[in-house]
């Protein structure tokens, strides 16, 4: 990718808190169309913890220099890969690195069970 991409990952306190990660972990961006607050939700996961956060989709709240979900919600299948780059007190800032789909052992059975979790 010529061009880097960075977003913000905010929430995590309603996770497992910021302390589940650590700059230069592989994160899998996952969209979440069935999201009742955002159609364009990305959330953050990292097998086999699961959920850590969302991708911050409000311009008014995105760092400056970082996308919003919806800037690149479209330019990836149903999920990616990212890598924590920055880490401060209540967000972590990550880079896109690649925008195709990930094929990583058992992700669409991990995506699949907590979308059917989400709905019920």
Not at 39 to 56: D, N
Not at 67 to 72: D, K, L, S, V, Y
Not at 76 to 82: G, L, P, R, S, V
Request: some cysteine; hydrophobic content about 45%; aromatic content about 12%.
């Amino acid at each position: 990718m010529s061009n880097k991409i960075f977003a913000a990952l905010m929430g995590m306190e309603n996770y497992h808190g910021a302390e589940a990660l650590h700059v230069g972990d592989t994160l899998y961006l996952v969209k979440d169309p069935d999201n009742r607050l955002d159609h364009q939700a990305i959330k953050v996961v990292i097998p086999p913890i699961g959920e850590v956060g969302y991708i911050v989709n409000h311009a008014a709240t995105v760092p400056h220099g970082c996308w919003t979900g919806a800037g690149f919600y479209d330019a990836f299948y149903q999920q990616t890969c990212a890598k924590v780059r920055f880490m401060m007190k209540d967000m972590v800032i990550i880079e896109l690195i690649e925008i195709m789909y990930v094929p990583v052992s058992q992700m669409d059975t991990f995506i699949t069970e907590w979308q059917f979790r989400e709905k019920a």
